[in-house]
């Protein structure tokens, strides 16, 4: 059974930092491709950035580029999402995902493409 399971969200000023992390089982961490999506109240769920199986390739939404960082630790079985230079519009939930199998560069920003999810950790950006 996969488990993926999100943890580091808070409450945290404009222009601060968190780190999420995101702590998988059930599945072989180093062979998927993993990513981190977020979904504010009203709004469709976006992603943020992810990481691929092997190389460790990343990609990043423009938003959030040179802000946040995705790294992951294939010992630790985690994923991270390192979050700098916060602002009000980054407020959402932020959800972690693992692909099945098969996931290309060209899906890798659809959530349809992923196959296991956390339950969320909320982010909230306020002064």
């Known amino acids: 059974q996969v488990q993926l399971v999100e943890s580091g969200g808070g409450l945290v000023q404009p222009g601060g930092s968190l780190r999420l992390s995101c702590a998988a089982s059930?599945?072989?961490?180093?062979?998927?491709?993993m990513a981190w999506f977020r979904q504010a109240p009203g709004k469709e769920r976006e992603f943020v950035a992810a990481?691929?199986?092997?190389?460790?390739?990343?990609y990043y939404d423009e938003s959030v580029k040179r802000r946040f960082t995705i790294t992951r630790d294939n010992v630790q079985n985690t994923v991270y999402l390192q979050m700098n230079s916060l602002k009000l519009e980054d407020t959402a939930t932020y959800y972690c995902a693992a692909e099945g199998g098969g996931l290309t560069v060209r899906l890798l920003r659809r959530s349809a493409a992923y196959d296991y999810w956390g339950q969320g950790t909320q982010v909230t950006v306020s002064s």
């Open positions: 990481i691929f199986r092997g190389p460790g390739d990343t």
């Open positions: 059930g599945l072989t961490f180093s062979g998927r491709s």
